[in-house]
């Protein structure tokens, strides 16, 4: 049993997550207490969903740098339809942010499925393409506070038994990936394309239908963020999460998920951006000069990186091969 | 005289050269329409749509002035240095440069001032080698003390503060700091501590986790200054969503727009801001003129900036169009719409 | 090429016809095409953007841009690719402005930012072969390492005080001509890694690494060498490339180049690199180079919003990619009404 659970990357990378905790609360004791790391975790919800979206694609082969962008425009859509029509209830906004993310995500999929676009460079297009389209919509203006609705700006932070409505949401998307990627033919699929898409073809997976959906199921998760964005931080702007796009793959690597497609589990991705949430979180807190911070974290994500990879390798010798996860 | 013999040396060796258009403006005739660019950080930056707002409104009142209104899709200074080559190219008559870099973008206009165009600044300043004058939006000084003055009366003159900025290379910011930090030497505020300065880089996660990480480092912290619009919005944020509304002051430079829900539910009791529309406008009036020859970019030289009265150049050819307006629970609804 | 003409090869023979329409769909055709639109459109929406001057000028602007792509070029063509570009030049510019301050002549600064630059492409090369972690994952993280450096040195200061003479490498022109220097640079680079790349046996290498490393591994070719080569080559271009921007804008701060990464890799497929590697041509990266330079500048001629310039070469990147196909696509089967193949999907 306990061999069994040493023996599983999601574990090691488990371990390390709790040395680095450590090693933050001896320098900053604070940052362990229950509040704070739940604060934590809660700055973290959005990272987290955003690299459930990367990692639809990434398994299936592809990759996906327009979440960020595409966060961005669903965001400033919703903020927009709620200052314009503040009538709007907001569980038809959680709709429209997931529909909206989700027809974005279907451009995507639909060029690199049947256009043969590669997705990566599909993806670098649209990155900039959908940020210009909030340019476009707002028109180069923000959509700010006092301009949206008490409940839109109380979305996140509304309590539910006890758990900010902003986690219940990423608990949530973690559950429904979960059970999509272990469970469903869908997560087969995507695990099956991602592996070999030639063998996928031919043991009769529709592979063109399949990316397809890869794209949708990521673009609506980074639209659902969209809207959480501007209504955590109850601004919508044309750079919000400017950048981001990186550190949703940077997360999905450390949480082991092969950027070449076929493995990779939910698990671990959200250990992944758990882990950079907290060195984002913990550098500031343990004293850590600002103009040190980026060297750090790249150099952590390295570290991570490297020794995810050994590790894995290590593991994968001794239990033999185990691309597509169970 | 001897920038007409400059001009004309260059238009010679455009021809010389082989160009066939494009080339610098000697004079520009009284019956021809002015094109005034106007450069900023960034498209799509609330406070720059609102100064493009008041230089529109100037252009109306001269009457034979175009703006031309761009800036970057990201506030870097290369793509501000791509837009002063293309506006080269388009032969302008004057470029007002809100500037992402002091010292980068120098070489590039120069280059357009060899060119014969008139590169003035506004809001963000470059070295003086590269422009001629420079319309600050108030005294850097009396920024960095005012803000000081007003977190000690929020906070009673005792407790601990820290400042949140926007990215660490943002010059002006840096100014500011610098005299809050030498007006807190004053002996009236022996007993409050500055503890931190940390950066947010004007993005609104990466200031609210600033804002968070200094809560925990500080449990006693008693006040933030933000002297930036998107830190200062995104720590009032931060404030609301952990309760602490009342006990962690808030001061800074905001947008009335961006402020005016926390100011009116007392998350922040005041933040401060010059009038970006004032900028806009005052800056275009000073590109129209030194270009049409009604004023010289000298110290000293009186300008006049429209319904905002005239301004004298310093040493430094900097001049400001007044105090930063203070914006509080009385009045901030009746500029959230404007700016 | 060679994989183009493996591709032709493989088929059992051609008509005249379906040659003539082979040629006419290639990538770099459209290209080509699609730079004489530019000049076309350009020229009619702005008066001055076809003279001699401000052609010439408009190349300062992206030439360290283009310089990159060339090494770049040859990585995505052997399968690999380098995220941490930008990341290089910051640190090489940085380093280059510690040795002005230390009163180093100009060519020791050139020296030292290529030097870094090639240490930086050198640990880039170590991880991705020593622990067989994919590029794009390592030079993720190295591109913040590297920038993060920058940081660390900088803070919040600028490097400023670089030598007049300095502007002539990125600023100036060759002697009397109107001829930008980078520009010149960057046509004999592109001339020696066109010829590197297309008439000699490392060109032929790398393509077969980008095919099939392990085949090519197996054929006796030591594969980790030039890869790490082509990694070193990069960093050292970085670095080149890196004294052009300084030189440019005469002053050094960590937050120069930010996000060119993904300018470049975009420069590089729109030349028609495959991005799975094993395919690409330094004439269609030449002319993709031109076709985005000269595409924008015509755009900020005409002021443009630099967002809606952005929305129209991210269309233009994946039109590029799907119109070709289509159109052979349709052109078979109306023309020669062939039996339709479906478009093959590339995967990345």
Known sequence: MLSKFLAQRESTLFVIIIILLVAVGLRAPRFLEPGRLLSTLNDTVILIMLTMAQLAVIVSGGIDLSVASNLAFTGMATALLNFMFPGVPIVLLVVLALAIGAALGAFNGSLVAWGGVPPIIMTLATMSVFRGMVYLISGGAWVSAHQMTPAFRSIPRVGLLGMPLLMWFGFVTIAVMYVLMNNTRLGRELYAIGDNERSARLVGVNTRLTRFKSFVLSGAIAGLTGLLWVSRYASAQNQTAAGFELETVAAAVIGGVSIMGGSGSVIGAVLGAVFLGIVKNALNVIGVSPFFQLGIQGAVILIAIIANTVIDRRTQVRLGSRRVAA | MIKRLITVVIVFVLVAGGAFAAGAPEAVPEDEDLRIALLVKSLGNAFF???????????????????????????????QIEIIDSLIAQGVHAIAISSNDPDALVPATQRAQAAGIEVVTFDSDIHPDGRSVFLAPSDDELIGRSQVQAMAEMIDYQGQIAILSASATATNQNIWIEYMQQELEEPEYSDMELVDIVYGDDLSDQSYREAMGLFSSYPDLAGIISPTTVGVAATARAIEDEGLVGQVQLTGLGLPSEMSQYVQDGVSQQVALWNPIELGYGITYIA????????????????PLGELGEVELDEELVTFVGEPFVFDASNIA?????? | MSGEQARLAKQPRASLGQRALGLLVRWEMVLFLLLIGVFVLNSNLSPVFLTQRNLLNATFSFMERAIMALPMMLIIISGEIDISVAGIIALSATAMGLASEAGASIPVMILVALATGLAAGLLNAFIVLRFRVPSIAVTIGSMSLFRGVSWA??????????????????????????????????????????????????????????????????????????????????????????VLLTSRILSTRPNIAMAWELEVVTLVVLGGVAITGGKGSIIGVVLSIFVTGYLRFGLSLINVPSQVIGIITGLLLVGAIILPGVFEHYSNKLILGKQLKPLEPQRE
């Open chain 2, 49 to 79: 749509e609102a100064a493009r707002d008041g230089a529109m409104e100037a252009a109306e009142e001269l009457g034979d002035v175009e703006i031309i209104y761009q800036g970057p899709d990201e506030p870097t200074a290369e793509g």
């Open chain 2, 288 to 303: 129209y003129h030194l270009v049409r020859g009604n004023a010289e970019a000298a110290p000293g030289a009186v300008i």
């Open chain 2, 334 to 339: 009746d500029f959230e719409d404007i700016y």
């Open chain 3, 153 to 242: 040195i900088l803070g919040n200061q600028a490097i400023s005080g670089y030598p007049r003479e300095l502007a002539q490498l990125g600023q100036g022109t060759v002697g009397n001509t109107m001829i930008p220097m980078p520009l010149v640079m960057f046509a004999c680079l592109a001339l020696v890694f066109g010829i590197v790349l297309h008439r000699t046996g490392i060109g032929r290498t790398i393509f077969a690494i980008g095919n099939n490393a392990t085949a090519t591994q197996f054929s006796g070719i030591p594969v980790d060498r030039y890869k790490a080569v082509l990694f070193a080559l990069n960093g050292l271009v970085a670095g080149f490339a890196a």
